[in-house]
C-alpha cells in the first residue's frame, strides 16, 4: 500500500580518516573537469532542470565552497554540487522534462568506487541542453532512452558508491552539467519547491544568489512542487456506454507492455473514444493483472508529481478493481504509477466530467441504502447470480431515489462465489458490455464502487460470467439533471493515514469503532462541499472486517463501503455526504485496521 513516507534527518556522521578525504578527492577530480563554475542559463526555468528533487524535509551536508557537515567541501566536491542527507529509500525525482541517458543499478553501499564512486545513478538530459545527475542511489528506476516528465520518480536514494566508508551515510548527491562528455558542472540555480500552498525559490528565499552561499544544516523543504493546473471547474456528470480505453495485455490504449517498477505512463482519455477534449475529470474502472509483485496503482493528472496516495493496491498474480475517478492534464491525458514488479493495467470508462459548460447531470449524495441482498430476498433477489445471467433490479422509487435520476452510484459487493469471475453493470434492456465492474476469485468477497445509468422500467442490470455468486447493493447517491451539487476534480491527495498520524489519529481503528475525520477545510476541499470523494483503504486488519463511511452526525448505517479479510491492503472509492462539522465518519466493526482515506474530489451546489 503507498504510504506517506516521513522523510528524516540522517544522524551525523563523520567521515573516517583525512587519508580517505584525499582519496576521494583526487579519485572525483580525475573523474571531473575542474572548472569555474558556470552560471545555468535561464531557458532552464522553460525546458530545464528547475524542480528540487524530493518531497519532504531534509538537510543540506555540503555545496562545493562553504565549509561541509563533515569538512572543507572543496576537499571532495571542488566543483559545483549538493549533497542533501535524507533517509534511505527516499523517492527521487526528475528534476525538469528529459531523456534518461545514464542509469545504473548493482552497486552496493560496501563497493568502493562502484561506478567510479556515483554508486547507482540517473543522469538526464532536458530539452535546454542541461544534463542533471542523481547519484549514490540504492536503486534507479529508469533505463537510458525513456523518456521523463518533470517530477517523474527515478530512484530511492541511497548511499552506494562507497561514500562515507566504513559506515554509509545515505545522502543524495545531486549536480547539473552543461557538457555530460566532459562532466563539466554547473551551479544548478533556482530550484522550486511548493511550501503552505505557494512556490519559494532556492537559493533564493534563504536571501542568497548562489548555492555556493548556503551553509551546511539548512533544511531544505518540499510540499511536492508540480507544474500547477488551474482550478478545476463546477462540473457535470455525463454517461457514455462502457468501453475499454485502456489493456496493456493488448494495444489498446498505446501501451502494448506491462507497467514497469517505478514506472508513469500516460493514458490520452480527452478527445478519445467520444470523451470530448474539454473534459475535466474520467470515471473509469482500473484493474490490475498479472502482477509480478506485491505493488499499488496510482492514477493522477499527467504533467504533476507522482501524489503520495494510491487508488489500487494488489497483491502477485491478484486480479483487483477499483473505481477510479481521475483529474485530465492540461495535454488531455491521465498518468498511472506503479510502486513494484510489473503490471497489465486495463481501464473501462463509464463515464466523464465537462468544463462546467453543463449539459450534464448534478449528484444527489443519499445515506447508503441496501437494495439488493440475494443471500437475504432483498430486492426480490431469491438466489445468487447463475453463469452467463444479467437480473435487474428497480433504483427508482428505491432509497430515495426519485423517478428523475439519470444514474446511479452503488457499492457492488460479490461474495460466495463458486468460480473466478467477473460482473458487469449496465442499464436494463441494453446490451451486455465487453467490460467489467467487479473480478473476483473463488470463495471471494469484494466490493466495488460502481456508476450505472437507469434502464428500462427504471432499473439497473448485473451479470455474471461463471459460476455462482451472491451479490449486495448499496446505494449512495444518483445523477439527474438539475437540483444536485456539481463536481470539483483535485490532484488526489491523503487526508488519513493513522499510521502516519495524518487526518489526527496515530491509532488504527479498534473493534465497533466510529471516528470523525474532518474533511472541510483539508486537501482542498471548501466549506460549501456538499459531497466527498475519497479513496478508502484498509490495511493490517487483524480479522475479517469491513468499514462504512457516512456523514458525521447520523447513526451507522446498515450498509457497507469496503469489506477485508485479515492482513488485506484492500481499497474502494467511497462518495459521501459531509456532515455535522464538515466531518465524515468511518467505522470499524471487527478487530483493529488501519485505515488510510486518499481526497480526490467533492461535489458542491456551484
Request: with cysteine; proline share 7%; aromatic share 8%.
Amino acid at each position: 500500500m503507498r504510504s506517506l513516507r516521513t522523510i528524516r534527518t540522517s544522524p551525523r556522521r563523520r567521515l573516517q580518516a583525512p587519508a580517505l578525504l584525499a582519496l576521494f578527492g583526487l579519485l572525483l577530480s580525475a573523474l571531473f573537469v575542474l572548472q569555474p563554475p558556470a552560471p545555468r542559463a535561464d531557458a532552464a526555468e522553460a525546458d530545464g532542470p528547475d524542480t528540487l528533487p524530493w518531497i519532504g524535509s531534509a538537510e543540506l551536508w555540503c555545496t562545493w565552497s562553504n565549509p561541509s557537515k563533515f569538512n572543507n567541501c572543496t576537499g571532495y566536491h571542488p566543483t559545483p554540487a549538493l549533497d542533501v542527507g535524507m533517509a534511505r529509500n527516499t523517492p527521487i525525482y526528475a528534476s525538469g522534462p528529459g531523456t534518461v541517458v545514464g542509469a545504473a543499478n548493482g552497486c552496493v553501499e560496501t563497493d568502493w568506487n562502484c561506478q567510479g564512486a556515483q554508486g547507482n545513478f540517473v543522469a538526464i538530459q532536458h530539452p535546454n541542453g542541461i544534463y542533471s545527475r542523481y547519484l549514490h542511489l540504492t536503486s534507479s528506476v529508469v533505463s537510458v532512452g525513456q523518456s521523463v516528465k518533470r517530477g517523474q520518480l527515478v530512484g530511492y536514494s541511497g548511499a552506494t558508491g562507497g561514500v562515507c566508508q566504513p559506515t554509509p551515510c545515505p545522502h543524495l548527491h545531486y549536480d547539473e552539467l552543461d557538457n555530460y562528455q566532459t562532466a563539466h558542472r554547473i551551479d544548478p540555480g533556482p530550484m522550486h519547491t511548493s511550501q503552505g500552498g505557494k512556490t519559494v525559490d532556492y537559493p533564493q528565499s534563504l536571501g542568497v544568489t548562489s548555492w555556493s552561499q548556503v551553509p551546511y544544516g539548512t533544511m531544505l523543504q518540499n510540499d511536492g512542487y508540480f507544474t500547477a493546473l488551474p482550478p478545476a471547474p463546477s462540473s457535470q456528470f455525463h454517461t457514455v456506454t462502457p468501453f475499454r480505453a485502456l489493456d496493456s495485455r493488448t494495444a489498446t490504449g498505446g501501451w502494448g507492455a506491462k507497467l514497469g517498477t517505478g514506472q508513469s505512463r500516460d493514458l490520452h482519455v480527452a478527445g478519445a473514444g467520444g470523451i470530448p477534449a474539454t473534459a475535466s475529470a474520467v470515471v473509469m474502472n482500473v484493474t490490475a493483472t498479472n502482477g509480478s509483485a506485491g505493488s499499488f496503482l496510482t492514477v493522477y493528472p499527467s504533467g504533476t508529481t507522482v501524489p503520495t496516495t494510491s487508488n489500487l493496491n494488489f497483491a502477485a498474480g491478484q486480479t483487483i478493481p477499483n473505481l477510479v475517478v481521475a483529474r485530465v492534464g492540461q495535454d488531455g491525458n491521465i498518468s498511472f504509477f506503479n510502486a513494484a514488479g510489473a503490471t497489465d493495467v486495463i481501464a473501462d470508462v463509464v463515464g466523464w466530467f465537462d468544463d462546467g459548460t453543463g449539459g450534464g447531470a448534478t449528484f444527489h449524495g443519499l445515506r447508503p441504502t441496501r437494495t439488493v441482498d440475494s443471500r437475504t430476498g432483498a430486492g426480490g433477489w431469491l438466489d445468487p447470480l447463475g453463469p452467463r445471467e444479467d437480473r435487474g433490479f428497480v433504483v427508482r422509487g428505491v432509497g430515495g431515489v426519485p423517478d428523475s435520476a439519470t444514474s446511479v452510484v452503488m457499492n457492488v459487493t460479490v461474495t460466495n462465489a463458486t468460480s473466478n469471475s467477473f460482473v458487469s453493470a449496465f442499464p436494463t434492456g441494453a446490451a451486455i458490455p465487453i467490460t467489467s465492474n467487479l473480478n473476483f476469485a473463488t470463495g471471494q468477497t469484494i466490493s466495488n464502487l460502481v456508476s450505472s445509468p437507469v434502464g428500462l422500467a427504471g432499473q439497473v442490470s448485473l451479470y455474471n460470467q461463471t459460476g455462482h455468486v451472491d451479490v449486495v447493493v448499496d446505494v449512495v447517491g444518483y445523477f439527474d439533471a438539475s437540483g444536485g451539487s456539481r463536481f470539483h476534480a483535485l490532484s488526489p491527495v491523503r487526508i488519513l493515514d493513522n499510521r502516519t498520524g495524518t487526518g489526527g489519529y496515530g491509532s488504527a481503528w479498534t473493534q465497533d469503532l466510529a471516528r470523525s475525520v474532518t474533511v472541510v477545510g483539508v486537501g482542498g476541499i471548501p466549506g460549501d462541499a456538499t459531497s466527498v470523494v475519497l479513496n478508502l483503504t484498509a490495511t493490517n486488519g487483524t480479522t475479517g472486517s469491513l468499514l462504512k463511511a457516512y456523514p458525521a452526525g447520523g447513526g451507522v448505517p446498515a450498509a457497507s463501503n469496503l469489506l477485508f479479510g485479515p492482513a488485506q491492503t484492500i481499497p474502494n472509492l467511497v462518495m459521501v455526504p459531509v456532515g455535522a462539522n464538515g466531518s465524515v465518519n468511518i467505522y470499524n466493526q471487527l478487530g483493529t485496521v488501519d485505515v488510510i482515506a486518499d481526497v480526490v474530489g467533492y461535489y458542491a451546489a456551484s
